[in-house]
Every structure is written in C-alpha cells, then in structure tokens.
C-alpha cells in the first residue's frame, strides 16, 4: 500500500501493525515514495546493512581523540616514509 505523508500522520499506529503483519507499507510526498516501513528485526537480517546506533556500546575513543594535531602532522600528506 501507497499513502501520501498527511494521511500516514493520522494512521500512523494501523500502517505500524500493517507493516508488522508483512505488508508492505510506502510513504509518499505527492504520489512520490518516500520511505518503506518495515519490521527491524527484518530490515537487519535481510539485507546486513547496520543501523548507526546500534553499535554505540561497542565504540571505543582513544583518549588522545581530541589532542590538537601538529603542524608536521596537517601537512603530511601520508606518503613519506
């Protein structure tokens, strides 16, 4: 099923449970599609993209992240040994 984003605002919970039961839901901005709504548990298994934030936990930040870089290190271009 198709349905315009001002008519999807109003139905928003039923296109929710349609989209759970497998059907497939599209958003669109005059007749254009948008978006499709789907289960998360599917969108992540069908086709292996990774949604950022999911992996936040598992980020790690070295402590010198944010230390300032030197002059010697803006213009290097990666290529002298």
């Excluded at 139905?11 to 449970?17: A, G, K, N, R, T």
């Excluded at 948008?34 to 992996?55: D, K, Q």
């Amino acid at each position: 099923m198709q349905i315009n984003i001002y008519e999807a605002k109003s139905h928003f919970s039923e296109l929710i449970s349609r989209a759970l039961t497998g059907e497939e839901v599209v958003i669109a901005k005059s007749g254009k599609p948008l978006v499709r709504l789907i289960p998360v548990a599917e969108s992540a298994a069908t086709n292996g993209v990774r949604f950022g934030g999911l992996a936040v936990a598992g980020v790690v930040i070295d402590d010198d992240f944010y230390t300032p870089l030197s002059d010697n290190d803006l213009l290097d271009d990666g290529n002298s040994k």
